[in-house]
């Protein structure tokens, strides 16, 4: 596993360096495709793809990404084990160049995440984490080599960073802030004395909740098992969870409809 982890920060190390050559070249903005939900797609997210999928192709296990040739339910049913990636979470907050948005990895065993990780390349922050050894945060450093991941690990701190967080504190999406999502967020406001409300991009949200910052994140808007799959390894490894709407039934993975329901991360 630890192979495995190390591996997976290295892939997002790349790819976060990938990311960030287009992203401070303002020219290379202008290249914007639409998927067939007409969600963006730029050169970003391609390369970012291109860059983890050369390295986790490399294990034994299979790799499921956005932006890659999605196997068939036939066949992905039979995976017990493999990765599933979101190369650029966030690419609206890319086009936006908020620097929100992140490298999501994570390994999925028997419907469940047993490692995440998540890297937001403008920051270099790093969050990793495993069902074995529990969740982090670090600051990246370069160049990316194995004694240099070593090295952020060594100075990694553990989550939660903060516990008991006052006043009681929401993150909810910046760019998908639906009426089911406010309704939500309304009764919280009822219960609790005192509420502060965080907005913010990509899978940044789930980070906040697994470090404490953040109580809970509620999601009644369409998301993806790539959107969600590392986050929750590292919210499981940090103490947490994320729920469908019930509160009490955690997400699971390589279903054979890709989307989530709404759920709640807490």
């Known amino acids: 596993m630890e192979k495995l982890l190390n591996l997976a920060i290295e892939a997002a190390l790349r790819a976060g360096e990938a990311i960030l050559k287009i992203y401070n070249d303002p020219t290379s903005h202008l290249d914007i495709e639409r998927k067939a939900d007409d969600s963006?797609?730029?050169?970003?997210?391609?390369?970012?793809?291109?860059?983890?999928?050369?390295?986790?192709?490399?294990?034994?296990?299979?790799?499921?990404?956005?932006?890659?040739?999605?196997?068939?339910?036939?066949?992905?049913?039979?995976?017990?084990?493999?990765?599933?990636?979101?190369?650029?979470?966030?690419?609206k907050e890319f086009i936006k160049r908020n620097?929100?948005?992140?490298?999501?990895?994570?390994?999925?065993?028997?419907?469940?995440?047993?490692?995440?990780?998540?890297?937001?390349?403008?920051?270099?922050?790093?969050?990793?984490?495993?069902?074995?050894?529990?969740?982090?945060?670090?600051?990246?450093?370069?160049?990316?080599?194995?004694?240099?991941?070593?090295?952020?690990?060594s100075r990694a701190l553990r989550l939660p960073l903060v516990k008991g967080n006052y006043p009681y504190t929401i993150v909810a999406s910046r760019s998908h802030l639906t009426p089911e999502t406010q309704q939500f967020i309304e009764h919280l406001k009822a219960e609790y004395k005192?509420?502060?409300?965080?907005?913010?991009?990509?899978?940044?949200?789930?980070?906040?909740?697994a470090e404490g910052t953040a109580n809970i994140y509620p999601r009644f808007a369409p998301t993806m098992e790539w959107d969600t799959a590392a986050g929750h390894a590292i919210a499981l490894a940090a103490g947490k969870n994320i729920y469908q709407t019930d509160e009490k039934t955690p997400l699971q993975y390589n279903k054979e409809d890709l989307h989530n329901p709404w759920f709640i991360v807490k």
């Open 40 to 91: 963006p797609l730029t050169q970003a997210d391609k390369e970012a793809h291109k860059t983890i999928v050369n390295l986790l192709e490399n294990t034994s296990y299979p790799v499921l990404s956005e932006e890659g040739m999605l196997a068939d339910y036939e066949k992905r049913q039979q995976w017990k084990t493999f990765w599933i990636v979101d190369p650029l979470d966030g690419t």
């Open 99 to 153: 620097g929100e948005f992140t490298v999501n990895i994570a390994l999925i065993s028997e419907g469940s995440p047993v490692l995440g990780v998540i890297y937001v390349p403008v920051k270099k922050e790093l969050y990793y984490g495993s069902l074995e050894n529990g969740a982090y945060k670090a600051l990246a450093v370069e160049p990316l080599r194995v004694s240099a991941i070593a090295e952020v690990r």
């Open 194 to 209: 005192q509420v502060k409300l965080t907005s913010i991009g990509s899978s940044l949200k789930i980070c906040l909740v």
